[in-house]
């Protein structure tokens, strides 16, 4: 058996001839959440659409807890859970009716759809229609859908954007005790704040190829620029000294600025995974 | 392979998504209510007599020579304002308005003039046989017989002799209060899976272990079995099962499944409720053609019976009204079967097609 509960090797997709996935490959193990992190039509939603068996890749191969999909997909999505950008739920059935009825599609017998509404905050809305819920309480239940069968594999599309901080915390909270429980986690996302929080690695895609997968720590550490920035008094004038700490002699310089001046504060500051991106893609995420 | 366990948890999951679309619920009830009133309504007899209005010279010598003729009804007027008004009230069938010099110029072979009057709406074929009957009555008036020997006539009537007791138009109307109800049906299925489709949630389904396959034969149950169940209990209530249960039965087992492929194809081009309801509009109109033309005599035009719905059509026509059974039924059967398959098929691929590219 393998360690890595994804393998995705060199698969490509084309719409028309035009290349939405371009020879992607990646891995993301057990206990692992692998943050996927573009803009929109960098080549995320394709490349989940194959992962989940929706496409059939052109090239390439795709593992999913080994077995190869599409072609033992119904076997691997008995074991995955799929959570998408948009609120795909049945507006005119209750929170339970909703999780009921995947259960039944996953033969679930012991499903527990209150435990289930209990982990995201929605237990007390259980018998209420979807379609009187705001867009926090619809993602939480999506995340509760995701998690029915117990799955192995979560992907995870987008799964905080636009949400409120409660509703956000709730669902971080319940990604971060999934991979503890030992599922490989995918979450695509153009947030790179939260990438950075829930992510153990992180994968750059941009025009359908990953730039680079490494962990957030490492990417910021080889590529980014740290500072230390001190802010002192000098006869009443408020001084602010920025030095980067990758600079040659930047010791010395620090021990100069804290040692000069009545001292006021001192903060290091490391390089945000945007302007990681932005350095590998020659581009932000918004442009 | 298709999963029952996943089949049935759909098609359980889709009832009551239907039975919490008010709309739908209210018109599928109502409909059938009211389809089943409006047969009822319906007279359930024929009237197979021609009311004539005579007035002029000759007149009392015609009612008393045909006054008790079978299908014939002659009525005397006083004057010719009388018989023109009850023609255009809608009374009489045609009036003879025969001139006060008729015997006279008939006597002296001098030319003369009868009015006939007829309503707006009678047909060419009705006014020449009007018209012919008129020369005839002209002759008995004048106390003369035609200038020929008539040759004998023997009647042989092609299949079941109905003078006197002639199916009455309700008993015709069946197939189309069953097409009617179908229809409402196929609407229901249809908007069904375009909010599926719009919704997104078939896509959430298909990343369980349902598949396409799953989905399409939960929406065929669904769809054929809520549209059988309700035109059979429609039929019931208009009595329409004779002596040929199993035909009529078959026939609209069949017609429910030709609504559903339609269903699907509707389901899976509409976007929105209002584009489901232009395409059904689109898809209903030609279905009843074939059902209204059953409400008249004569032979359908051979357009009307390439129409997906006339072999159903004529086979509840047949089963239902004159009890027809396999033998005559057959083609017609099987006619709607083919159409089923050709429609199904078309259904089945284009709603696969849109739920595989979402």
Request: charged letters at 20%; hydrophobic letters at 45%; a negative charge.
């Amino acid at each position: 058996m393998s360690s890595a509960a994804i393998e995705v090797d060199g698969i490509s997709y084309a719409y028309d001839g035009r290349r939405a996935v371009d020879e992607v490959g990646f891995t993301v193990d057990r206990g692992e959440t692998l943050g996927f992190l573009g803009p929109n039509g960098a080549g995320k939603s394709t490349t989940i659409k194959m992962l989940t068996g929706r496409l059939r890749p052109q090239t390439g191969t795709i593992t999913i807890l080994d077995m190869p999909m599409p072609s033992q997909a119904s076997k691997i999505q008995g074991r995955m859970g799929v959570a998408f950008e948009e609120k795909n739920l049945y507006a005119n059935m209750t929170a339970r009716e909703n999780l009921v009825f995947f259960g039944r599609l996953f033969g679930v017998s012991d499903l527990d759809p209150d435990g289930l509404l209990d982990r995201v905050d929605l237990v007390d809305r259980g018998d209420d229609r979807v379609a009187e819920f705001s867009k926090g309480m619809k993602q939480r239940l999506m995340i509760a859908r995701v998690l029915i069968n117990t799955p192995d594999v979560l992907l995870l599309d987008e799964p905080t954007d636009g949400l409120d901080p409660v509703s956000s915390q709730a669902i971080r909270h319940v990604i971060q005790e999934e991979a503890e429980r030992g599922a490989a986690i995918l979450l695509t996302t153009h947030d790179m704040a939260e990438a950075d929080k829930l992510s153990d690695r992180v994968a750059f895609i941009d025009e359908g190829r990953v730039l680079v997968t490494d962990t957030p720590e490492n990417l910021k550490l080889t590529y980014g620029n740290r500072t230390v920035r001190i802010r002192s008094r000098d006869d009443g004038q408020i001084v602010e000294t920025v030095i980067p700490l990758d600079e040659q002699g930047a010791d010395e310089r620090i021990r100069q600025a804290v040692a000069a001046h009545e001292l006021l504060t001192i903060h290091t500051q490391e390089a945000t995974l945007e302007e990681i991106f932005i350095h590998f893609a020659g581009r932000g995420l918004d442009a | 392979m298709i999963s029952l366990r996943i089949v049935w948890a759909i098609v359980r999951k889709d009832i009551a998504q239907m039975g919490r679309d008010r709309f739908f619920a209210y018109i599928t009830v109502l409909g059938l209510v009211a389809y089943v009133a409006l047969f009822w309504a319906l007279p359930s007899t024929v009237n197979e007599t021609l009311k004539l209005g005579i007035h002029g010279v000759g007149s009392d010598l015609l009612a008393g020579q045909l006054g008790d003729q079978q299908g014939l009804d002659l009525a005397v007027f006083d004057t010719s304002d009388a018989l023109e008004q009850a023609v255009t009230n809608g009374d009489l069938a045609a009036g003879v308005d025969f001139p006060d010099d008729f015997l006279p110029s008939v006597a002296l072979g001098e030319p003369t003039t009868v009015n006939v009057y007829v309503p707006a709406d009678t047909s060419p074929d009705i006014r020449t046989a009007i018209s012919g009957m008129v020369r005839e009555l002209a002759f008995l008036v004048a106390g003369s017989t035609l200038p020929i020997s008539p040759p004998s006539e023997e009647e042989i009537i092609l299949g079941p002799d109905r003078a006197g007791d002639q199916v009455p138009l309700k008993d015709k109307m069946r197939p189309l209060l069953a097409i009617f109800l179908l229809m409402m049906e196929m609407m229901s299925l249809a908007s069904l899976i375009a909010q599926e489709i719009r919704s997104k949630t078939v896509t959430a389904v298909l990343v369980t272990p349902a598949r396409t396959s799953d989905f399409l034969a939960a929406k065929t149950l669904l769809g054929t079995a809520l549209a059988f169940t309700e035109v059979v209990l429609m039929m019931v209530a208009i009595k329409s099962f004779g002596s040929e249960p199993l035909v009529l039965l078959t026939a609209l087992l069949l017609a429910s499944f030709l609504v559903t492929g339609l269903a699907l194809l509707a389901g899976s081009t509409g976007r929105d409720f209002i584009e489901i309801l232009l395409l059904s509009v689109l898809l209903i109109v030609p279905m009843m053609i074939p059902a209204g033309a059953a409400l008249f005599p004569g032979t359908a035009a051979t357009w009307i019976k390439v129409l997906p719905s006339y072999g159903m059509t004529e086979a509840i026509v047949r089963a239902s009204a004159y009890g027809a059974g396999w033998a005559e039924t057959a083609p017609y059967l099987l006619a709607t079967l083919a159409w089923c398959a050709a429609v199904f098929a078309v259904g089945v691929l284009m709603l696969k097609r849109k739920v595989e590219t979402l």
